[in-house]
């Protein structure tokens, strides 16, 4: 074959996404250690930023890497590689249940930083473990429960606060929107093939300044911040906070569980829009990322992102990924974080996002046989209610009291399930994989494959993994009892169905 290009047009388009992306967890992570968890500069744009860098670039050089092998191999030029960057949901469940506990207990910034490094690293070493069991995964795991649960994620997470930001802010949201609904939905050409992404950005950022919306003054306070920032290893930062992690343990553990199943699920996204890479490899790389970036002073592991099939659409190839790695990199030495988002509105990185998880919820029902439609749908479930519980737990943090405070009768009283959405949301991307998984094998007949997931739901319940705030021995025991029932159920069915007889099918009518 001709050889691969490193670049190609449309990954202008693919590369303004990613960079958004990654641009916006950076600029969030930024703002909250600074400004609520009052954490100097010196160790957010010297240590942090710097180190989330590296981790960065050495992922997308590694997945522009793959990509261009696996386009050699198979003899094509349209492989697109796989989106990277630090993880959305970790990276909030850092921020406030690992980092922001120890601030909050101790007042030292400094030591919730170092306990923050230490959970990233633990965090990193899970997800290269789970390279060795995540082929085993996808191999026996139908395909509407790994990317049913994962657009879990991205109607909720990935597209709801977005779309919410978008709408409070009209007059700036909607230009982009369309621009993007029209490049991206539409596959409408632009003049002069002006790239989507690129249009969006450029005529979204020069409305938002041209009608006084964007502030000038932030940039001077963001340019007061540029300088060199050289990455250098923090041994002895992360020596100390392993002393101090142990309580977190409940919650670095789970999360690093999730980080690789959704490293996985990804992967698996990406194999059903024709891009198939090898799942063990592209894990692997996602542990040592966020292990690099622990050790250069990150907080906060990395993911193979939701986006791929997106970006494939567009027609993205390699390039893309590398640039924004090179991109990044030289933002986080350079201290040009605050400065980029001073100057680009977050509508704008809006937009984007609500298109990915538009690609992604399709994705979930189009790639899947159409029988499997309720299994995506129950894999929504748990994300829903872990969205709205967060919101709730949000609501409540304002008003500086807890569902606990208010207690469990005066909210169920207000049409506020809290337990429910408690239990049901712990765990959610586990427990949407887990209800997903049973669901197609029922519908398959499948009836020892669905004994076993819901047999090893109720193992996870008990020991916390889902349906519980941490783990511990009897987390959830009356979930896991629930689980231990329908197991017995469908092994039952099972066994009936191994004696001879034959299960009636109830049909139905149009």
């Known amino acids: 074959m001709e050889k691969v290009p490193f670049f190609v047009r449309r990954d202008i388009d693919g ?11 950076l600029l969030i992570i930024a703002i909250t250690l600074s400004g609520l968890f009052k954490m100097p500069a010196k160790i957010v744009y010297g240590r942090v930023i710097p180190g989330a860098a590296i981790a960065i670039i050495l992922g997308n050089i590694f997945y522009t890497y793959m990509a261009r092998r696996l386009a050699r191999k198979e ?30 207990k101790t007042n030292n910034a400094e030591l919730a930083w170092k306990v923050g490094v230490a959970a990233a690293f633990i965090g990193g070493v899970i997800e290269f ?15 509407a429960a790994l990317l049913g649960t994962l657009a879990g994620i991205a109607i909720t997470w990935i597209a709801m ?61 963001a340019a007061a911040q540029v300088g060199f920032y050289c990455p250098t290893p923090v041994f002895g ?53 966020t292990m690099a970036g622990a050790l250069f002073g990150s907080c906060f592991p990395t993911t193979v992102y939701i986006g791929h099939p997106g970006w494939k659409a567009v027609g993205a190839r390699t390039g893309y990924s590398l640039i924004n790695g090179i991109v990044i990199f030289l933002i986080g030495i350079f201290g040009l974080l605050g400065l980029a988002t001073a100057l680009i509105p977050k509508e704008v990185a809006f937009c984007i996002l609500l298109y990915i998880a538009l690609v992604i919820g399709a994705q979930a029902f189009q790639t899947t046989p159409k029988l499997h439609a309720p299994a995506v749908v129950i894999a929504f479930i748990p994300h829903i209610a872990n969205y709205v519980r967060t919101n709730v737990e949000g609501a409540l ?28 949301g712990y765990g959610a991307i ?81």
């Open 15 to 25: 590369f303004f996404g990613l960079f958004i992306d990654n641009l916006v967890n």
């Open 397 to 424: 943090l304002a008003a500086k009291t807890t569902a606990e405070k208010v207690g469990m009768i005066a909210l169920e009283d207000h049409g506020v399930s809290y337990r429910g959405l408690a239990s049901l």
């Open 129 to 143: 473990l789970g390279a060795f069991v995540g082929n085993a995964v996808r191999k026996y795991t139908p395909r």
């Open 161 to 221: 606060k977005p779309t919410i930001g978008i709408w409070e802010n009209p007059q700036i949201g909607f230009l982009p929107l369309a621009i993007i609904l029209v490049g991206f939905i539409a596959r409408i050409a632009f003049p002069f093939r002006i790239p989507a992404g690129f249009l969006a950005i450029l005529l979204g950022s020069g409305l938002a300044w041209a009608i006084g919306f964007m502030k000038p003054e932030a940039v001077g306070i």
């Open 237 to 289: 930062a992360m020596k100390e906070g392993i002393k101090e992690v142990a309580p977190f343990l409940a919650v670095v553990i789970p999360m690093g569980i999730y980080n690789f199943l959704e490293t996985m699920q990804n992967v698996e996204s990406a194999s059903a829009a024709g891009d198939k890479y090898n799942t063990r490899t592209a894990m692997m790389m996602d542990g040592v990322g």
């Open 75 to 104: 003899g094509r030029k349209n492989v697109t590689a796989l989106p990277y960057g630090i993880s959305t949901p970790i990276m909030f469940a850092y921020l406030f249940l690992v980092i922001g506990p120890i601030y909050w």
């Open 430 to 510: 586990v427990t949407g994989l887990l209800l997903a998984a049973m669901t197609a094998f029922l519908i398959d007949k499948r009836f020892r494959s669905a004994g076993v997931y819901a047999f090893s739901a109720a193992i996870l319940a008990f020991f916390g993994v889902i349906h519980a705030p941490e783990l511990a021995f009897k987390a959830a025991p009356w979930h896991a009892l629930g689980y231990l029932f329908l197991g017995v159920l469908f092994f039952s069915l099972w066994l009936f169905g191994r004696t001879g007889h034959k299960l009636e099918v109830v049909k139905t009518t149009d």
